[in-house]
């Protein structure tokens, strides 16, 4: 059974940096797709970024160059680094495991919230 474990939502200011984890188990994490979506009241979820099994990677436009996302293979967990946060990060993030790089997410996280204040 596939399980996805998203942590370190939170407030925080605009400008400022913040890192979720999400812990995956139960998946062959070195050849997993993975990936974070973050969605807003009333909007559809939005793919933020996106890491293939090969370790390709691909962003969103509007969090180019400030968010980035990378894996831990040996703790089975990826990661998404906010810097320069904006108020319009603010958001529910989701991670997303197998066949995210052809967007067909199979398996999700229960969400972490994001809260950026200006």
């Known amino acids: 059974q596939v399980r996805l474990m998203e942590s370190g939502g939170g407030s925080v200011q605009a400008g400022g940096s913040l890192r979720l984890s999400c812990v995956a188990s139960?998946?062959?994490?070195?050849?997993?797709?993975m990936a974070w979506f973050r969605q807003t009241p009333g909007n559809e979820r939005e793919e933020v970024a996106t890491i293939a099994g090969d370790g390709r990677k691909r962003y969103a436009d509007s969090v180019k160059d400030r968010f980035y996302i990378s894996r831990d293979i040996g703790k089975n967990t990826f990661y998404l680094q906010m810097n320069a946060l904006r108020p319009e990060d603010t958001a529910q993030y989701y991670c997303a495991a197998k066949d995210c790089w052809v967007q067909t997410c199979q398996d999700w996280g229960q969400g972490t919230p994001l809260t950026v204040s200006s």
């Open positions: 139960g998946l062959p994490f070195v050849k997993t797709s």
